[in-house]
């Protein structure tokens, strides 16, 4: 990461500690698990050995085995037992370590999990949390690099929160706990040991209010997850420029807070979308059309969109930097649009 | 045999050398500790037979027939290795040599390997597919659907459930219920339980499934107990709160595949000590002389990302 600590967005403020984002997370479990005794956690190593990334270390220590259960490699089987488990009155945080093992427990979280308290008449909730990852550049390969989030953004009954910040990490996971719906909470891997600024007395953030990251005027850059930092690099480029670009953070994508990216769009007229899962049918369409349609006239040119190239993430660190947009890339764009190409 | 497994040990110890000395991207997980389970097993099958591997796969790729020089190349996302570096350490794949490739997803194989089978049987061959995989994959939904049908149609696909004790950090008895013989027993799979870390168990037990999976009698299942002399990847160096040192030196000192070959060969007089110093020099000159031919080879130009989306 090339921002090793973020002290901007509406909510950072001078002179509070500053703590990673694993600090952070581990921090918002924590809380919520002293509060309220239904939230628990699952998945593999999650327990003695703390998570692979080590966000989970210590909490075995403070709430025991039973809430801080080691699963089998049985991704289908855990979500599934952790969607049982949230309908009759527990609150499951569960872990899937790689966003791409996803995949193996879609059915449980796309036809079950998404659906009960619809198919129910709303008489059944799920109230799941399935915290997992994000993100490319560690040179992982294409099975350990997916940025999945807009799978579950398409179905509905699911809502979606991307982080980008340690403040925002634990704002939003305390909310996602508390929520009665299945959340998915996607943490970039290389964003763990990015610090940041968070207060010691509780907060929570809630769903579907961005956060205007940087102002500026002439052009708007959403982005999501660690394409906050490629969009804040991009605007320093741009400063020097004289080019003033507003970084806007989403913070979730469902539910999506349309009414400040239109904002901006109107202010700036120029929106440049960019989110690290594949570009094609993805966040960034979704945010573009959105746009498109509640701000056209006010627009000074097309919505530009920057996504991962559509392709499996490769090895080749050669290779893989290739594929996720980089600052240099957006600011490119930003001066097309600016007509100072 | 002693050779193969020799290779694996020096190539193994060798990406530790290029991992720890960051020359190497990624994640390496080592098979040393394993090597008798992949050699005995690839012995009994002829090249043109398949094999599915995991992130652990290294010493599959080599007992199968890849090169060291090309597995290098992979590993260090190199223009020449085996998936022209997009696959890397978890995903090597050589046809040439059968390997339908290392799979990251554990379990991820269990379908390929039964469908390989299956195609053999469609296209009238008498090849048969292993499916390598650690103890951990017994907590995946997909092994059992496969197995199930692997035993419905009888197809010629063998089993090699690798038991190193761990799923990563957790000890496989935390993860793991019941017997694990009486999984595929369940499905009518005829299962036995093997030495992993003695090779001519390995290899008279692969003969037999091989053998049986040839007649057309169907799968098998192989529980080979093993163990892995690192951690579960290269960075995994603190173990202690999972495994002991006693128990890592236990394992090292008596159950080292290699020496218990060889001291079983100069026992029973068929080789010199002297004999297996000229095989261990021999490939670790091969292993040497591998990786410094990949560290000049050349990256694979940045044009290539988009390319293999489709065939
Ligand atoms: C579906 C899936 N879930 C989780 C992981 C993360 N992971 C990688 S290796 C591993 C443990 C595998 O243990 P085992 O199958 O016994 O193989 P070993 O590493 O011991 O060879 C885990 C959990 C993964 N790669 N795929």
């Known amino acids: 990461m090339s921002t090793p600590s973020l002290s901007v967005g509406s909510d950072a403020r001078a002179g509070v500690r500053e703590i990673t984002m694993a600090q952070a997370i581990r921090e918002a479990l924590a809380e919520e698990m002293r509060r309220d005794p239904r939230v628990f956690l699952l998945g593999e190593d999650v327990a003695e050995a703390g998570h692979p990334f080590k966000v989970l270390s210590g909490l075995v220590q403070e709430f025991g085995p039973e809430r801080v259960l080691d699963t089998p490699i049985s991704e289908a089987g855990f979500v599934g037992i952790a969607v049982g488990a949230a309908m009759t009155g527990m609150r499951p945080v569960v872990d899937i370590m790689f966003g791409d093992f996803l995949t193996l427990a879609m059915d449980q979280i796309a036809n079950q999990a998404a659906k009960v308290c619809y198919m129910s008449g709303g008489k059944l909730r799920v109230p799941l949390v399935v915290r997992t990852t994000l993100g490319a550049t560690r040179r992982s390969a294409a099975q350990h690099s997916q940025s999945l989030h807009a799978w579950f953004s398409h179905i509905p009954g699911l809502k979606v929160a991307l982080p980008a910040t340690p403040y925002d990490a634990k704002g939003l996971l305390k909310t996602a706990i508390r929520d009665d719906n299945p959340v998915l909470f996607f943490e970039d891997k290389m964003m763990y040991q990015v610090k940041g600024p968070v207060p010691e007395e509780e907060y929570t953030i809630p769903f579907g209010v961005a956060d205007i990251k940087r102002p500026g005027r002439h052009v708007t850059l959403v982005a999501t997850s660690s394409m906050v930092y490629v969009a804040l690099d991009a605007a320093r480029i741009l400063a020097q420029e004289g080019i003033e670009a507003e970084v806007v953070d989403p913070r979730t994508t469902v539910p999506l807070d349309v009414e400040t990216l239109v904002q901006s769009a109107r202010k700036t007229g120029r929106v440049i979308v960019i989110d690290e899962g594949y570009r094609r049918y993805g966040v960034t369409a979704e945010i573009a059309a959105v746009i498109a349609e509640e701000a056209f006239y006010d627009l000074e040119a097309p919505v530009r969109r920057l996504g991962a190239m559509d392709v499996p993430v490769p090895f080749s660190p050669v290779l893989e930097d290739e594929t996720v947009p980089t600052p240099e890339q957006v600011a490119a764009v930003a001066r097309e649009l600016c007509g100072r190409a | ?311």
Not at chain 2, 64 to 70: E, N, P, Q, S
Not at chain 2, 85 to 93: D, E, F, P, R, V
Not at chain 2, 129 to 138: D, I, K, P, S, W
Not at chain 2, 180 to 187: D, N, T, V
């Open chain 2, 1 to 311: 045999m002693y050779e193969l497994m020799a290779k694996i040990r020096a190539f193994e110890e060798q990406v530790n050398e290029l991992y720890v000395t960051r020359r190497m991207p990624g994640l390496a997980h080592l098979y040393v500790g394993e090597e008798a389970v992949a050699v005995g097993v690839c012995q009994a099958l002829r090249r043109e037979d398949y094999i599915t591997s995991t992130h652990r796969g290294h010493g599959h790729c080599l007992a199968k027939g890849a090169r060291v020089d090309r597995m290098f190349c992979e590993l260090l996302g190199k223009a020449e290795g085996y998936c022209r570096g997009k696959g890397g350490s978890m995903h090597i794949a050589d046809p040439d040599s059968g390997n339908l490739g290392a799979n990251a997803i554990v379990g991820g194989s269990a379908g390929i390997a039964a469908g390989a089978a299956l195609s053999a049987k469609m296209r009238g061959t008498d090849q048969v597919a292993v499916c390598f995989f650690g103890e951990g994959a017994l907590g995946q939904g997909i092994v059992y659907e496969a197995m199930n049908m692997a035993a419905l149609w009888k197809l010629p696909v063998i089993y090699v459930c690798e038991n190193n004790l761990y799923n990563e950090y957790t000890h496989y008895r935390e993860t793991t219920a019941g017997d694990i013989l009486a999984r595929p027993r369940a499905f009518g799979i005829p299962a036995e339980e093997v030495d992993g870390q003695d090779v001519r168990q390995v290899l008279a037990a692969a003969r037999r499934a091989v053998a049986r999976a040839r007649r057309g009698e169907g799968a098998s299942f192989l529980l080979c107990n093993t163990y892995r002399f690192y951690g579960h990847h290269v960075g995994d160096v603190d173990r202690s709160y999972y495994r002991s040192k006693e128990e890592e030196e236990w394992w090292k000192r008596e159950r080292d595949p290699l020496r218990i070959l060889r001291s079983w060969m100069v026992q029973a007089g068929l080789a010199e000590e002297a004999e297996f110093e000229r095989i261990e020099q021999a490939v670790r000159e091969e292993v040497l002389a591998g990786v410094a031919y990949a560290l000049q080879a050349p990256y694979p130009d940045p044009s290539e990302v988009s390319q293999h989306v489709y065939a």
